[in-house]
């Protein structure tokens, strides 16, 4: 069992900026991470993810406004630490927001950081 420290959550003003951070307590063969994120009444959505080569994947609400990267990008075969720097905050992106994290055969899920833009 992986298990994975979400940081950086909070309030912010529209406009705002927030980074997030994840931290998988092991590499145990991660090959891809991510973030979800989940609004009250709604089903959890992808946000963004990267793989281990350091390859992006944005939802296209959020293309142009957040980034994701990954620490020690000279390990090409797994992942262990992420960020998503979140500029240009909506009210709508106020969610619970999930790492995720994903080896071949399993994935694990953080327990959610909260962030909330205010209007």
């Known amino acids: 069992q992986v298990q994975l420290a979400e940081s950086g959550g909070g309030l912010v003003q529209a406009g705002g900026s927030l980074r997030l951070s994840c931290t998988a307590g092991?590499?145990?063969?991660?090959?891809?991470m991510g973030w979800y994120r989940q609004a009250p009444g709604k089903a959890r959505e992808l946000v963004a993810s990267?793989?281990?080569?350091?390859?992006?994947?944005?939802?296209?609400?959020v293309k142009g406004r957040f980034t994701i990267s990954r620490d020690n990008p000279e390990n090409t075969l797994y992942l262990q630490q992420i960020h998503l720097q979140m500029n240009s905050l909506k009210p709508e992106d106020t969610a619970v927001y999930y790492c995720n994290a994903r080896s071949s055969f399993q994935q694990y899920w953080g327990r959610g950081t909260q962030v909330t833009v205010s209007s």
């Open positions: 990267i793989n281990s080569a350091g390859s992006p994947d944005y939802s296209d609400s």
């Open positions: 092991s590499t145990s063969a991660i090959n891809r």
